[in-house]
């Protein structure tokens, strides 16, 4: 199962992301997890410390690895490089493991549209081709919020897109542009976890709102939520409400793909 999760800023994305994760790996599934958001905080919704995730050194910033696989000499944009670097290794020697989940954190890739052709992003992009097509794990990808991960390279070879939406047009509205990009690349599958959610009538704007993409489940708005990111842990290990709400979105994904 190979999933990336997609929203509109702030909705939640990587506190699914990090529930997700850590519910498959704790039900015997390996799990690669990818931070795909240049402002990652993956780490510590997976669980990992905020010490541990300080010494991550995100995969667009090891020059030395993207000089050695790509060929191109460090600072010299616009030189040759490889298009097809190898990477089958990075996932094991690069990823940190932590409960089971195997966590890659990809960091910023220069922007310039589709079309950059940097060596940076060639990594990057021939590395989650490899992934989507070659590896056996699930795969979780967090991305950053709004739309330009959508460019094609990414995304394409996933089998589903996740959008987390919370109850407001704003994030119906991104649900639905990032639904019409998905099916662009190829991407039919879109199903919406709805959060934040407060009583029967978020949910029904929400369900509403989204038609006619399938809803995976709701997470509630909660105090454990909040309270672990002021901690810094992981929502998955305060307890509450949480876990089970992951679950039956995990168990519905499950059914469906
Ligand atoms: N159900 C919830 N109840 C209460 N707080 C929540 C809930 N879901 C998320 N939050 C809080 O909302 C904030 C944003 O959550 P999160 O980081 O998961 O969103 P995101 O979509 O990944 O954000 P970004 O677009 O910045 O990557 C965090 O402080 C998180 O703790
Ligand atoms: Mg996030």
New binding site residues.
């Given amino acids: 199962m190979k999933i990336a999760i997609s929203?509109k800023?702030?909705?939640?994305?990587?506190?699914l992301a990090g529930g997700l994760a850590r519910y498959f790996a704790e039900t015997g599934g390996r799990v690669l997890a990818i931070d795909a958001?240049p402002?990652s905080?993956l780490p510590s919704?997976i669980g990992i410390s905020i010490e541990e995730a300080s010494k991550i050194k995100p995969l667009a910033t090891l020059k030395d690895l993207i000089a050695e696989r790509t060929g191109a000499k460090p600072g010299t944009f616009g030189g040759t490089f490889k298009l097809n670097p190898r990477v089958d290794d990075i996932p094991d020697e690069y990823g940190l493991e932590f409960k089971g989940i195997k966590l890659l954190t990809l960091g910023t890739v220069p922007k310039g549209g589709t079309g950059c052709l940097c060596p940076e992003s060639t990594l990057l992009r021939v590395l989650l081709r490899h992934i989507m097509l070659k590896r056996g794990e699930a795969v979780i990808i967090?991305m950053?919020?709004g739309l330009e991960h959508l460019a094609r390279g990414s995304t394409e070879s996933m089998d589903a897109f996740i959008v987390?939406v919370e109850p407001g047009q704003r994030a119906i509205q991104t649900a639905h542009q990032i639904k019409r990009l998905a099916a662009d690349l190829g991407v039919e599958k879109i199903f919406v976890v709805g959060?934040?959610v407060v009583d029967d009538g978020d949910r029904k704007l929400i369900e509403d709102g989204v038609a006619p993409m399938q809803l995976l489940g709701f997470?509630?708005?909660?105090e454990d939520?909040?309270e672990?990111?002021r901690k810094g842990v992981s929502a998955y290990d305060i307890g509450g409400e949480f876990k089970g709400q992951i679950e039956l979105i995990a168990k519905k994904l499950r059914e469906i793909i």
């Fill in positions: 929203g800023g702030g909705v939640g994305k990587t506190t958001d402002d905080n919704s967090d950053e919020a987390v959060n934040k997470m509630e708005q909660s939520i909040r672990a990111d």
